[in-house]
C-alpha cells in the first residue's frame, strides 16, 4: 500500500462521513427551527383597555 493509497481512503472516508452528516444536521436543524418558531412566548405587555365612567350629573 503506498501513501497515494492511504489518501484515497482516507479521503473516501471524510467524504462518506459527510455526505452522512448533512441529511442529520438538516433534519435536526430543520426540527429545532420549528420549536423554536412554535414554542409559546411569554406574554409581552398589554394596552388595557379602560372605558369612560358616566359624569353626566342626574
Given at each position: 500500500?503506498t501513501?497515494?493509497?492511504v489518501s484515497?481512503?482516507g479521503?473516501?472516508?471524510?467524504v462518506g462521513?459527510i455526505?452522512?452528516?448533512?441529511?442529520?444536521?438538516?433534519?435536526?436543524?430543520?426540527l429545532?427551527?420549528g420549536r423554536k418558531?412554535?414554542?409559546?412566548k411569554?406574554?409581552?405587555?398589554t394596552a388595557?383597555?379602560?372605558?369612560p365612567?358616566?359624569?353626566i350629573?342626574?
Amino acid at each position: 500500500m503506498t501513501i497515494n493509497d492511504v489518501s484515497l481512503i482516507g479521503k473516501k472516508v471524510l467524504v462518506g462521513v459527510i455526505v452522512t452528516l448533512i441529511p442529520f444536521v438538516i433534519i435536526f436543524g430543520g426540527l429545532w427551527l420549528g420549536r423554536k418558531l412554535l414554542e409559546k412566548k411569554p406574554a409581552t405587555k398589554t394596552a388595557q383597555i379602560v372605558q369612560p365612567q358616566n359624569t353626566i350629573p342626574s
